[in-house]
């Protein structure tokens, strides 16, 4: 079976270029997360959603960072304008969840995550 | 507030030795999970173990071990007769509610094990 797919691998751009990043999670899944992975910060959840709508979007670090989920086979990040600072890696997960209450006891299953770099 | 230590940044032993990564976490929930997740060299995270806070059991999977103890707030991965392909950064992760009753979750810092052949 698929795992969680992202997209894309690498990402380098220009800062205030717009960035999206792109995940199908695992079939079946009920909940999807988005993290960002950075040497000074470790690992950080940004948002979850739950059979496709946003639980928490506490993580997010600002304005300009954005994300949708409009089916239960995909969910994008997107960040406007970016900045140096938004390099990291940042990884996509998905879980069966038993319920909203429980989302987060669940066992994550990640993506390959995409390593994006703002020049 | 939560947090989760992972005091050993760096470990390196000789293929076949026993290691021991540890984990110390802090919450004011009584309901709480803990994980391991493996960070290979290629960048993905694998999921390695569950346990909730009411079970203390320690569990055995081949060659990994887990020793939960509520008393000492700790959660330690053993890995028994390491091997090459053990080497990448182990995260412990805690997930519990804050203050406020959201759910949330921490990950560590993160071990990096490094076994030389």
């Known amino acids: 079976d698929a795992g969680v797919i992202q997209s894309p691998r690498h990402e380098v751009t220009e800062m205030g270029q717009e960035v999206t990043l792109r995940c199908k999670p695992i079939?079946?899944?009920?909940?999807l997360f988005w993290y960002r992975q950075t040497m000074m910060r470790g690992l950080e959840l940004l948002i979850y959603?739950?059979?496709?709508?946003?639980?928490?979007d506490s993580g997010m670090p600002e304005d300009r960072f954005s994300a949708k989920m409009p089916n239960a086979s995909f969910s994008t990040l997107k960040i406007q304008p970016s900045e140096p600072r938004d390099s990291a890696v940042y990884f996509c997960?998905?879980?069966?969840?038993?319920?909203?209450?429980?989302?987060?006891?669940?066992?994550?299953?990640f993506g390959d995550g995409t390593r994006l770099s703002i020049l | 507030a939560q947090k989760v230590t992972q005091a050993q940044t760096e470990i390196s032993v000789v293929e076949k030795e026993d290691v021991t990564l540890d984990c110390v976490y802090e919450?004011?929930?009584?309901?709480?999970?803990l994980f391991w997740y493996k960070q290979p060299p290629s960048g993905e995270l694998v999921f390695l173990i569950r346990?909730?806070?009411?079970?203390?059991q320690n569990e055995i999977s081949g060659r990994y071990s887990w020793n939960f103890q509520k008393s000492t707030s700790s959660f330690n991965f053993t890995i028994t007769a390491s091997q090459v392909v053990d080497s990448a950064v182990y995260f412990c992760?805690?997930?519990?509610?804050?203050?406020?009753?959201?759910?949330?979750?921490?990950f560590g810092t993160g071990t990096k094990l490094q076994v030389i052949p």
């Open positions: 997960a998905s879980s069966l969840g038993e319920g909203q209450a429980r989302i987060l006891y669940q066992a994550q299953h």
């Open positions: 079939s079946g899944h009920n909940s």
């Open positions: 959603f739950n059979n496709n709508v946003p639980i928490d």
């Open positions: 919450t004011r929930d009584t309901t709480y999970y």
């Open positions: 346990r909730n806070s009411f079970d203390e």
């Open positions: 992760a805690l997930s519990d509610r804050n203050s406020g009753g959201y759910q949330k979750v921490t």
